[in-house]
């Protein structure tokens, strides 16, 4: 048997993650992510199971260290946690982390069970405290939910990571008293300039915050030391003296992070995208339902390497521009 050769893109980076959408359905409507009225995927072009857990073992067959699963919600797929099972029996036979993405809902109902499945750490995405401004950001109002699935993750022994968008004129003003909450729970926070994926209602425009500008209002509160930390993503992180807690700034508008870039993306119906602000993909469906599917997954994944492009170039550009991508951060789990 031959070794199984690494994902090295034209770049010479070296693909070593896989974020992996099991579905594009949700139960809330983020208003910066997809309209009220969201068409989905049609079920029947959907990975099933037994699909979506062949094409994650064919990734970490070709050097795939770790797999985040996300959505759409993930939570909201049926058999989503017999997946997280069958993946959580890979951690240490070449997997080293199994996590999640995921909008915090469904997180009582399962956070023991994905602990026990061997997820030690999930990220969960909450822009407000104020259950007023959640119900209108995120069009339904789940707030006490999410809060409660948090206490349930933290019970479970699960280390939480929050993201947060900055959205001006919606969250802004809170922020820091959002840092100060999650780190006083003991959870990291992260924070990400809202991009420009799929259309929605609103301007994104109107609601974009530059983070550079965020970080100059948070240091008239906080001390922040920029820190040696690295989670292989691209997150720039800083320590906050006053609170102990660990601070990370994604920049994707303001500053380029892709030199570094060990990812790719797949999403619920099997389609590859090499990049995030790109429209580069490989079809891995056809090759998981071919004959030879195992061959024909690997050849399909050094197809996505010679394809992978160098950098994104989606910028907010101006008032009332059309987003830079026609498809939603949904499809591809962000
Ligand atoms: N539903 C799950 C959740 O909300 O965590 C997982 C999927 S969601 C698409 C993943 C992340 O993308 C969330 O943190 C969400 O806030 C973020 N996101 C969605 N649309 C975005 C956009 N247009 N710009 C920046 N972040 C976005
Ligand atoms: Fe759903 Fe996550 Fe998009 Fe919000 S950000 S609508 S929770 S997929």
């Known amino acids: 048997m031959t070794t199984p050769q690494p994902l090295i893109d034209q770049f010479k980076r070296r693909i070593s993650y896989l974020r992996l959408s099991v579905t594009d359905r949700c139960d809330l409507r983020c208003s910066y992510c997809m309209p009220e009225r969201q068409t989905f995927l049609p079920r029947s072009e959907v990975l099933s199971l037994e699909e979506l857990h062949q094409l994650a073992l064919g990734f970490i067959a070709r050097g795939v260290t770790k797999i985040r699963l996300t959505g759409g ?90 993201n947060t968008v900055a959205l001006k004129g919606v969250n802004e003003a809170e922020l820091p008293d959002l840092i100060a909450w999650a780190h006083g729970q003991g959870f990291d926070l992260t924070m990400i300039e809202v991009m420009p994926l799929g259309e929605v209602e609103t301007d994104r425009f109107d609601h974009y915050l530059p983070l550079d500008a965020v970080r100059q209002q948070l240091e008239q509160r906080f001390t922040l030391a920029s820190s040696a930390h690295r989670s292989g993503g691209p997150a720039r992180y800083f320590d906050v003296a006053e609170t102990g807690g660990r601070l990370g700034l994604i920049t994707p508008l303001t500053n380029n992070f892709c030199e570094g870039c060990n990812r790719v993306r797949v999403t619920a119906t099997g389609q590859l995208y090499a990049c995030l602000g790109g429209t580069e993909q490989v079809d891995l469906r056809a090759a998981l339902r071919s004959d030879d599917h195992d061959a024909q997954l690997s050849a399909a994944l050094d197809r996505a390497m010679a394809i992978k492009p160098e950098r994104h170039h989606f910028a907010i550009r101006a008032p009332g521009a059309a987003p830079a991508l026609p498809r939603h951060m949904s499809l591809t789990g962000g």
């Open 73 to 162: 919600e993930p939570l909201v797929r049926r058999d989503m946690i017999e997946l997280v099972r069958a993946l959580g029996r890979q951690v240490g036979e070449g997997l080293e982390e199994l996590t999640l993405t995921t909008n915090g809902t469904r997180l009582a109902l399962f956070a023991d069970d994905l602990a026990a499945a061997g997820v030690r750490r999930v990220n969960v995405s909450l822009d407000t405290l104020d259950r007023t401004r959640f119900a209108e950001l995120a069009r339904r109002d789940s707030l006490p939910q999410v809060l409660e699935g948090l206490a349930a993750a933290k019970a479970a022994g699960l280390k939480v990571k929050i």
